[in-house]
Each structure stands twice: as C-alpha cells, then as structure tokens.
C-alpha cells in the first residue's frame, strides 16, 4: 500500500537500523516523480550532514549535482573527477546525546505496547486462544506444585506426630529376627526402670494382641493394645473428649 517514494525512505530507515555509517544509494530517486524524489534527496543530505558516508550511483546529473565529489564513468573507465572543496563536510567525531538513555528506554517501551495493543485488537481470536492457553498452562502447574507441597507438609506432619525423639524397643537379636516373637525378654519392670533415667522424658509398655470381641450377640475381630499411662505422651495423642487414664488407674485396673 506505500508510494515508491514511501517505499524508499522505509529502504533508507532500513539501511540505519544496523548503525552504519556509509549509505551505498543506487539510483535512490529512480521511477519516482520529482517531488518524491527531491524529498529522498533531502533525506540522504541531512544523514550526510549528521555524518554519515552517502556514495550514490545515478544517471540523472540533477541527482548528482547534489553530491560533493563526482565520479564520472565510461565504459568501466574513470573519465572525469571533480571535488568541490567549498561544499565538504567534515565529520563531527564528538559524542552527541539527544536523549538520555532513560527517555530512549521509556520511548521503546511506550511503542513496543503500542504495537502489542495493535496486534492483539487486530487478530482477537487467536490473541483470546493464546491467552487460554497461556492461562490452562499456568494453572496447571500452580495446581502440581499446589498439590505436591500440600502432600510432603501433610507427610511431614504425620512423622513430626510420630515424634523424632521417640525410639521403639522390641525383643530379639535385631531387626528381622525370626525368633523375636517367642522370646519374651521384655516387662513393665523394664520400661519403670528406663522411666528413672534422666534423658527419659515418657515411657510406655506396649503389647498387641490380635483377637475377636464379643459383646452380646455381636463379634468382631480387633486388635487390642496394652500400654501404660504415658502412652498419648509418647505417640504425641491428644483427646478431643474426656481424659487419658493416669497411673494410679493402671494400678487400680480401673475401667476407665
């Protein structure tokens, strides 16, 4: 949709975008019409005078009046080269700020939102697909790492009950003896006299029996356990109703 004169100064803001210092212009007003072609000119002349190189290639001697020295060829043959030393700019090698690197910084944020606005209005399906997408994406991995934290402080939890000072002491040799269970080297006396050492602070005994109870016309299996009194101390265990059994309820075998 732009005009041949449009076209070419886009080329020549194209050819700035890298920096360069020389321009290489072949035939920069060619197919335009006058008008356009005299603001191209002005354009290559005002990048001269902020410094930059502009070697240009015309046939049109009107164009190439322009230029400070001018290089005629024929046939691949320098005929003729003229300078007009009254017209030469030098180039100004100190540093010139217009902005400051902030303004430059604001300036580019402001036209990258700009366009960005510009896309998303102009293809607003694919924008609202993009977004759903970035949206379930997002979602999805706040509700994995969600879920996994809620599962190790819900683990964590449940081994801080347990207690990680709490030692448990079984009969036997060690850990998968097979002879554990008919030995019975362990008693209540055992646990009273570890109660009485002074880096002891709760100490119950604990026997398990699995079995079936009958109350009335009704029977189920069970497991029934025997402990002593510091037994919620020990598992950590408190009551929501009533209370624990203390040690004078063991002594008394109270039903309680």
Do not use: W
Request: with cysteine; net charge positive.
């Amino acid at each position: 949709q732009l005009s041949g004169g449009q076209q070419q100064r886009v080329s020549i803001a194209r050819a700035l975008m890298n920096g360069g210092e020389i321009i290489l212009a072949d035939e920069p007003t060619g197919a335009l019409d006058s008008k356009s072609g005299a603001m191209v000119m002005q354009i290559l002349q005002d990048l001269h005078h902020e410094g930059h190189t502009i070697i240009l290639v015309t046939h049109d001697k009107d164009v190439a009046g322009y230029a400070n020295r001018i290089i005629e060829l024929k046939d691949g043959r320098i005929i003729n080269d003229t300078r007009r030393a009254d017209q030469i700019i030098e180039k100004d090698t100190s540093v010139k700020i217009n902005k400051n690197r902030f303004a430059q910084f604001k300036d580019q944020l402001i036209e990258s939102f700009k366009m960005s606005v510009s896309a998303i209005l102009a293809h607003k399906m694919r924008s609202l697909l993009t977004m759903l997408g970035i949206i379930i994406g997002i979602t999805s991995v706040v509700c994995v790492v969600a879920i996994g934290n809620g599962s190790q402080q819900k683990i964590l939890s449940n081994i801080n009950s347990l207690g990680t000072n709490t030692m448990d002491i079984y009969n036997g040799t060690g850990f998968g003896d097979r002879r554990a269970n008919r030995t019975k080297n362990l008693t209540v006396q055992d646990a009273d006299i570890l109660a009485k050492q002074h880096y002891i602070e709760s100490v119950t005994p604990n026997s398990t029996l699995n079995g079936t109870l009958t109350y009335g016309s009704q029977a189920v299996s069970a497991q029934v356990r025997g402990v002593g009194d510091q037994f919620f101390n020990v598992k950590g265990l408190t009551l929501k109703q009533g209370k624990a059994f203390n040690a004078q309820a063991v002594a008394d075998n109270a039903q309680v």
